[in-house]
Every structure is written in C-alpha cells, then in structure tokens.
C-alpha cells in the first residue's frame, strides 16, 4: 500500500469472522496484482504482489455510500497552496443480515470498521514527506439456539436438530503506521526511505455446547 508493507496475520476459523478488506476502494488510485516474476522492489519472500496506490487529491471532493451491510465515507483535498494533500476514509459494516440466513440459528452482532488517512507534503521539487495511517477493530459476537439439518436419501430424508447453550465473541483490533520520505534527484531517479510500525490485539472466548 504506497510501498509499505501490509500485514493480515489474522488466523480466523470461519468466514462469518473476517472483517473487511484493507483496500478502500474510494481511496484507491490504482491496482497492480502479480502471481509471480515481479520485480526486485518487493522482495524475495513473498508468493505474489497486490500493489495498491491511493489518489492524490488535487481539489476538495469526497464521497458517501450507505447500504443494508453499512456505509462508508471519504474525504480528500489540498491545502497550502497544493503543497499540503490529505485523504481520510472510514468504513462501517455489520453483516447480520447475512448470518441470520445460515442454518444455525441465533442471534448475530457483528460490527466490523475501519479508518484510513494519507497525508502528503511537498517541500520542492525534490524532496516529499508521507504518513499511511491505519485503525480496524473488528468484532464478531453469536449467541446460537439452534441448527437444524436435513440429510439422508431422496426416498428417506432425516432431520437432526441440536439446540445450543453459551455464545462466542471475538474482538481483532490492528493499527498500523508508516512514514515515507521521498527524494527525486533527478527525472529518472527516485528514492524512499520509510519506516512504519505494526500492532494488533486478538481476543477469542468460545464456550458452546450442544
């Protein structure tokens, strides 16, 4: 993401679990996917390669979008006679909708959301300084009453039906940061130095039975 590397250590067990997407499509300036014989500027240790650029603003602009799973904003602009950009994107999601559809019954909560920033200087033609600042926390929370399954053959069908004591409630929260200082000596020669930071916290309590 603008050259730092993203990290999504989060060992879920199941889909339900997953939050959303690091990329902010209302952010995203640009996408480059490589499954292999990519260049040297990503490293050896890695399968393959998402390259994601976000915009540069150039004049003040956002965006707002809302659904039945959430909603999301975006704001972007300059200041400083140009030299100062800044973009800031925050999204909410809660698919409940979806799970009350799934065979086990019960009562969903799951909340997932995100903000994203990118803040750009200009100092000269030469010289550039940029912060990449990330914040997710994601929570996930199913108290189940009962499945209900039907097996068997077209001639006999079975019908097994479990009720379930108990909830599970899981909580992943991550944030991230990173610095990159720019220096273009020449038309052809482009250098970055950056530095970036990782946190994250999981928590995970299970205590179901049927």
Do not use: C
Request: hydrophobic share 35%.
């Amino acid at each position: 993401m603008n050259d730092i590397q993203i990290y999504r250590p989060f060992l879920v067990s199941v889909g339900q679990q997953e939050g959303l997407n690091f990329v902010n499509s209302a952010l995203t300036g640009s996408i480059l996917f490589s499954a292999g014989g990519f260049g040297a500027e990503y490293g050896d240790k890695l399968s393959s390669v998402l390259d994601v650029k976000y915009i540069k603003p150039e004049e003040f602009g956002g965006s707002f979008a809302i659904s039945l799973l959430g909603g999301e904003l975006s704001l972007g602009g300059t200041a400083a006679k140009n030299k100062f950009t800044y973009l800031v994107g925050t999204r909410y999601q809660s698919n409940s909708y979806i799970l009350n559809s799934l065979e086990t019954k019960g009562e969903y909560k799951p909340r997932f959301m995100d903000i994203q920033s990118q803040f750009t200087y200009q100092f000269n033609e030469k010289w550039n300084l940029s912060f990449l600042g990330y914040y997710s926390n994601n929570k996930y929370k199913v108290i189940p009453s009962d499945r209900e399954t039907d097996f068997g053959t077209i001639q006999e069908v079975l019908r097994f039906k479990v009720y379930f004591d108990g909830n599970e409630t899981d909580g992943y929260e991550m944030l991230q940061g990173g610095l990159t200082l720019g220096f273009k000596p020449r038309k052809n020669v482009d250098l970055r130095f950056i530095a970036s930071a990782y946190t994250t916290q999981e928590t995970e309590t299970y205590d179901i039975q049927g």
